[in-house]
């Protein structure tokens, strides 16, 4: 059985860094967001962690787990969102408290897809894999971001429909910044390995592959247990994202991830467009798309709105979904099943 938190109107969100902090020099970007989300209703209950950042983390490890942690058990926070990724946070999964954890929702990506795919796994609770605190900091958000309030308000045994963008962010310029902050420029493309008309159906799980690799083999990323303990021999989709690898490493650990068992009763898989993806010898993502497609059998869809080329979809690890791609458009629904 998964469970699902709800986000209602008026909430108070817990601000905290499990991964990376912000550095003095970009106080005010994270000053923004907090002051945009007030302005949208909601109340900011902020620790210490978001306004340090040393040695490529916000904090020493259990200092980062204690504030999470504290938040995930107090009552006055409906939702906690860190103000983005980062590169250490698997250095918390050890110490945080899944036994008392209160249903609630967490949202991001990155570095914190790792904490998000933890703590479904070990907990059977849904999680929300979308935009970070400081992509929120804009006079509004483009159609696509905005999504995450719905999703995040649709009532357990409830659905929720999301549709590809219809252009993305090419390049960062933080130099010119817009009022929804992204340049979306690029003309948005789903596509299949098939070049046909897809649909997939299952349970919801995934995220940064650079990060949640490293799940594999640890107590923070037993699938089989996950299957066993909360889902109705219902099959998989996976949605991945590539921040840094090279096609071979990116090869490399889908080949991983396939020996582990993580795509065992898989029905699908999900890719988004990514800024690496450098070919290697000629060996391009198209070729890693295609192998794995023959490899499970099972169509592979990809350039989705997913990950670090914004805009990116809100999608919900443990949520049984619907998706279907068809002429470069592609519409996912969610369905919050227990």
């Not at 990506?109 to 804009?138: C, E, Q």
């Not at 308000?153 to 992204?182: L, M, N």
Request: hydrophobic share 40%.
């Amino acid at each position: 059985m998964i469970t699902y938190p709800y986000l209602q109107k008026g909430a108070t969100i817990g601000v905290t860094a499990p991964s990376s902090g912000v550095p003095s020099e970009l106080h005010e970007i994270l000053n923004q967001a907090i002051n945009q989300m007030k302005r949208n209703g909601f109340s900011i209950s902020c620790g210490e962690t978001p306004w340090t950042e040393v040695k490529a983390k916000s904090a020493p490890a259990k200092k980062r787990a204690a504030e999470l942690n504290a938040m995930l058990v107090d009552k006055t926070i409906d939702f906690i969102i860190p103000p983005w990724g980062g590169e250490l946070l698997i250095e918390v999964l050890e110490h945080i408290d899944y036994e008392n954890m209160k249903s609630k929702w967490i949202l991001g990506y990155s570095d914190v897809s790792g904490l998000l795919l933890a703590i479904t796994l070990k907990t059977g609770i849904a999680t929300a894999h979308g935009t970070n605190l400081v992509d929120l900091r804009g006079e509004f958000s483009d159609e696509t971001t905005a999504m995450w309030q719905s999703v995040l308000a649709t009532k357990p045994g409830d659905a929720v429909i999301q549709h590809s963008s219809k252009r993305y962010q090419k390049e960062w310029r933080h130099d010119a910044p817009t009022p929804c902050v992204f340049h979306l420029t690029e003309q948005t493309d789903w596509k299949t390995v098939s070049q046909a008309h897809e649909k997939i159906q299952g349970r919801l799980l995934g995220g940064c592959i650079d990060i949640i690799r490293h799940l594999i083999g640890t107590p923070f990323g037993d699938v089989k247990q996950f299957r066993s303990e909360h889902l109705h021999d219902e099959p998989l989709i996976w949605y991945l994202e590539n921040c840094e690898l090279s096609t071979t490493d990116l090869r490399r650990s889908l080949v991983q991830m396939r020996l582990a068992g993580w795509f065992d009763h898989c029905s699908g898989l999900m890719f988004g467009r990514s800024p690496a993806n450098a070919p290697v010898n000629d060996y391009t993502v198209e070729d890693v798309y295609q192998d794995l497609a023959i490899e499970l059998e099972v169509p592979i869809i990809y350039d989705i709105d997913c990950g670090h080329v914004p805009p990116q979809m809100t999608f919900i690890n443990g949520a049984y979904a619907e998706v279907e791609v068809a002429d470069g458009k592609g519409t996912v629904r969610q369905l919050f099943r227990p």
